[in-house]
Nanobody
């Protein structure tokens, strides 16, 4: 049974920081790209950041310079350090991971999400 579990969300004031973690567990043969998505009320889910298996990150323009995505492969974990948070960052943040669980089969897995609320 493969699961992704996010943690670290919460309520912060504008300008504050949060660090999200996502741990993949189960019989995972290989982890490829991992990333973070978010969905605000009434809005479509968007890609926030992702990181390749080699550790190369990319970000949506709105978070560049404020967010940092990283990973620890030995722990099957991806992080999202969020600094200088803005109210527009509010939303449910979802972890995504491209995993090989069965040999020859690669697919995306999703976590349940963690709520991030930034007050003005």
């Amino acid at each position: 049974q493969v699961q992704l579990v996010e943690s670290g969300g919460g309520l912060v004031q504008a300008g504050g920081s949060l660090r999200l973690s996502c741990v993949a567990s189960g019989s995972i043969l290989s982890m490829n790209a991992m990333g973070w998505y978010r969905q605000a009320p009434g809005k479509q889910r968007e890609l926030v950041a992702h990181i390749t298996s080699g550790g190369s990150p990319t970000y949506v323009d709105s978070v560049k310079g404020r967010f940092t995505v990283s990973r620890e492969n030995a722990k099957n974990t991806v992080y999202l350090q969020m600094n200088s948070l803005k109210p527009d960052d509010t939303g449910v943040y979802y972890c995504n991971a491209r995993l090989i669980v069965v040999p020859g089969s690669r697919r995306d897995y999703w976590g349940q999400g963690t709520q991030v609320t930034v007050s003005s």
